[in-house]
């Protein structure tokens, strides 16, 4: 069977995700979009809100599966029983630190293979940033996310208003 790894942080997913991972799930028997636990970072949704995000996001798709993942990602991929990376890009800008994270991926587990999706020209400016700084003042997301994720942004900022009026 050949099982794929689709990581990134998503906060939240995007249509840009949902296409990129539509397109490598039609290529492999199995898709695993695992949501990295970053100690490092302080994200607007949780671990949990992520992954319940991005399975709602994603349950037309039979043959993904979401799960989270924290420490160094070419041992999950191996723990899951595959030996494939999937990552997107976009404009030139991402290119430099996928290219720099895939050899050292690369360096480190010569077995495992990172392969990238080109981004669709619609979404080529896309981002879980960009949608988080519109949702945070107000901007309208409808075109960008799925529409689990426009209802969770909407009662994200309605909680964090009402918790800095308080
Ligand atoms: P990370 O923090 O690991 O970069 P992201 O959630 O931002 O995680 O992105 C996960 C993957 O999806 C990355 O490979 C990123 O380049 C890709 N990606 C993000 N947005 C888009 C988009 N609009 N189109 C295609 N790929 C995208």
Redesign the pocket.
């Known amino acids: 069977m050949r099982t794929a790894v689709?990581?990134?942080?998503?906060?939240p997913?995007?249509?840009?995700?949902i296409?990129?991972i539509k397109r490598s799930a039609g290529l492999v028997d199995k898709l695993i979009v695992a949501v990295?636990i970053?100690p490092n970072k302080q994200p607007l949704f949780t671990i949990e809100e992520r992954v319940a995000l991005l399975a709602e996001a994603t349950r037309d798709i039979p043959n993904v599966e979401v799960d989270s993942f924290s420490g160094l990602l070419n041992e999950y991929v191996r723990s899951r029983g595959a030996r494939l990376i999937i990552?997107?890009?976009?404009a030139f800008s991402?290119f430099e630190?996928?290219f720099q994270r895939a050899l050292l991926i690369k360096s480190i587990d010569p077995e495992i293979e990172t392969a990238?999706?080109?981004?669709?020209g619609e979404?080529?400016?896309?981002?879980?940033?960009g949608v988080r700084e519109l949702a945070r003042f107000g901007g309208k997301v409808t075109h960008l996310v799925p529409p689990c994720v426009e209802q969770a942004l909407a009662a994200k900022m309605n909680r964090l208003q009402k918790e800095t009026e308080e």
């Open positions: 689709c990581s990134g942080s998503f906060d997913v995007t249509k840009g995700h296409d990129i990295f970053n990552r997107g890009l976009r991402d630190y996928e990238f999706f080109m981004t669709r979404y080529s400016y896309l981002s879980s940033s």
